[in-house]
């Protein structure tokens, strides 16, 4: 059974920072491309950023500068630094196992999503 387990999400003042986390397990991680995806009330869930398996990464507009996508394979895990926090970076937050990216303007979701991480920036 594959499992992702996220963790890092919280209330921060906005301009601050947070990290996220995704551990994966039950399958091949290395091998996999990884991803955060975010939703807000009422809309869609929208592109943060993915990582392929060879470490090629792919940002959403709004995050280019301030978020950076990393993986750690020995550990399975796949992180999300954010910096320079907004309100509208607020949402509930998914990890993704199992994606591609074909180009910087096209890329696929993988099969497995992880339970989300409440992040809420607000003074």
């Known amino acids: 059974q594959v499992q992702l387990v996220e963790s890092g999400g919280g209330l921060v003042q906005p301009g601050g920072s947070l990290r996220l986390s995704c551990a994966a397990s039950?399958?091949?991680?290395?091998?996999?491309?990884a991803g955060w995806y975010r939703q807000a009330p009422g809309k869609q869930r929208e592109l943060v950023a993915v990582i392929s398996s060879g470490g090629r990464t792919v940002y959403a507009d709004p995050m280019k500068g301030r978020f950076t996508i990393s993986r750690d394979n020995a550990k399975n895990t796949v992180y999300l630094q954010m910096n320079s926090l907004k309100p509208e970076d607020t949402a509930v937050y998914y990890c993704n196992i199992g994606g591609r990216i074909l180009s910087t303007s096209v890329y696929i979701r993988g099969d497995y999503w992880g339970q989300g991480t409440q992040v809420t920036v607000s003074s």
């Open positions: 039950g399958i091949i991680f290395s091998t996999n491309g």
